[in-house]
């Protein structure tokens, strides 16, 4: 049996790094609480039968080639709006399919800290499911490019974002060709609808790399939304391809200048150049190191921490592994004091993980998260979803859980006794140990345990 120290060491280890304790994990973390974390820094895994960004995109061209041929046929306006319905059908059934499976995959995870590093960064890296194409394809943004560079240098992560064909769509520079580009010159004037945006550039250093206040000025944007052009997704109808698909024709030649840095390169390479270093600048390291940091620990991250991610950080390359290790071994993030609070689905994730409910019926899941604020891919801004206490912990949203742990409550069967030592291990002298036990029935008690404060918090 471990000591009190052991079992708050890995309370906080399974908590605070993880998505809350499964059953039997208490025990594993206290024999090496930190130890137990670094084992969980492995690639994590998703349900491969599920449709890739290429496979989906695929299928909406077909749909949209059943629509046309409708048109020039002259079908009824009935067999249309069936065919419309079956597309519509398709596109949500996707978006929802996807997105609960990375959902699912989390809460029976053995690799929590994982998960958490993936929600994460697919949050860093916010689209939003909005219009047929982005909803169906929006939730394989994290599958494709986030998850598969979750562990190596983040300049790798950021130029697998910046191909993928939801973030090109989402930001509107699958239609970004330069001002001087052989198209320009050989239609002579832009297409409607087509030219130079920005809006990619823009994210990038204001929300990817440097952050907002991270030195760059609005003839930086341009230059790097120039660097980017021709950076596009295949139109599978015209090009007989499908996926990112860089387009020659399209981009602003010429030399570019971002933060002061001459980039000579010529086609593609001249943007990836630029992204490469705009990875590895020092104000990037400090913009991510600090959003890790407020994302893990506290909404106000100490500055110390911080500085010893970003030295990890510099010292490695971005190596976003090494950055977790820093993490979990300073002595910095292992304070008893629980100060941060958890996102609805954060929430979601370790009730369930609590309770050992291993499948989720993904219309419920959506209905909850959407009750809750936080729909999958619904942020609506590039910016993604808030990781603070104040936007989350209001009176409605207090309501809210006590519903939705009530009738959780009366689903499942579990004695809050047995939960309470699985996942958060109090000591007989907490108040929330206190009402627990006394609490006139088993579902009263499951509620009070998954709304005490230790449970919200972490």
């Known amino acids: 049996m471990g000591t009190v120290a052991s079992k708050v060491a890995a309370t906080i280890a399974t908590n605070r790094f993880g998505l809350g304790a499964k ?155 330069g001002p001087n580009s052989k198209l320009a010159t050989k239609s002579n004037k832009m297409k409607r609808g087509v030219g130079l945006n920005e809006n990619l550039a823009r994210e990038i250093l204001e929300l990817h790399t440097l952050g907002v206040n991270g030195g760059y000025k609005q003839e930086d944007v341009i230059e790097l939304a120039k660097g980017i052009t021709g950076w596009s997704v295949a139109n599978v109808s015209r090009d007989d391809a499908v996926g ?64 010893t991610l970003v030295k990890r950080w510099q010292k490695t390359g971005g190596n976003i592994k090494e950055v977790m290790l820093a993490l979990i071994y300073s002595e910095q993030a292992w304070s008893a004091e629980q100060v941060k609070f958890k996102t609805p689905r954060e929430f979601l994730q370790s009730s369930f993980r609590a309770l050992n409910v291993k499948t989720v019926n993904f219309q419920q899941l959506f209905f909850t998260l959407n009750t809750f604020g936080q729909q999958p891919f619904q942020a609506g801004s590039p910016a993604g979803y808030s990781d603070e206490q104040q936007d989350w912990n209001g009176g409605n949203a207090l309501m809210s859980k006590i519903d939705w742990t009530t009738l959780l409550a009366n689903k499942v069967k579990a004695n809050a006794e047995t939960v309470m030592n699985n996942t958060l291990a109090l000591s007989s002298s907490s108040n929330t140990y206190k009402a627990v036990v006394r609490a006139e029935s088993r579902k009263q008690a499951l509620v009070m345990l998954l709304m005490s404060p230790e449970f919200l918090r972490r």
């Open 244 to 307: 990112f698909k860089y387009r020659d024709w399209g981009k602003e030649p010429g030399a570019r200048v971002l933060l002061g840095k001459k980039y000579k390169q010529k086609g593609i390479k001249q943007g990836e150049a630029m992204l490469k270093d705009l990875a590895n600048h020092p104000n990037t390291a400090k913009y991510v190191c600090s959003k890790l940091v407020k994302h893990f620990i506290s909404d106000k991250p100490n500055p110390q921490l911080v500085e």
């Open 23 to 177: 059953p039997g994990e208490i025990i594993q973390a206290e024999k090496d609480p930190k130890k137990w974390l670094s084992k969980q820094l492995t690639p994590v895994t998703f349900n491969q039968e599920l449709p890739s960004s290429n496979e989906l995109l695929q299928k909406l061209s077909e749909y949209q080639a059943i629509r046309k041929q409708n048109k020039n046929n002259k079908v009824s306006e009935e067999e249309d709006k069936k065919a419309n319905k079956t597309r519509q059908r398709f596109i949500q059934s996707s978006y929802r399919k996807v997105a609960t499976d990375s959902f699912v995959q989390s809460i029976n995870s053995d690799n929590s800290v994982a998960w958490r590093l993936l929600d994460f960064f697919s949050n860093h890296f916010s689209v939003t499911a909005n219009g047929a194409v982005m909803t169906a394809i929006a939730a394989t943004l994290e599958r494709e490019a986030i998850a598969d560079n979750l562990f190596n240098r983040f300049e790798d992560m950021l130029l697998a974002v910046s191909k993928h064909p939801a973030m090109l769509i989402y930001l509107n520079n699958e239609r970004s060709f």
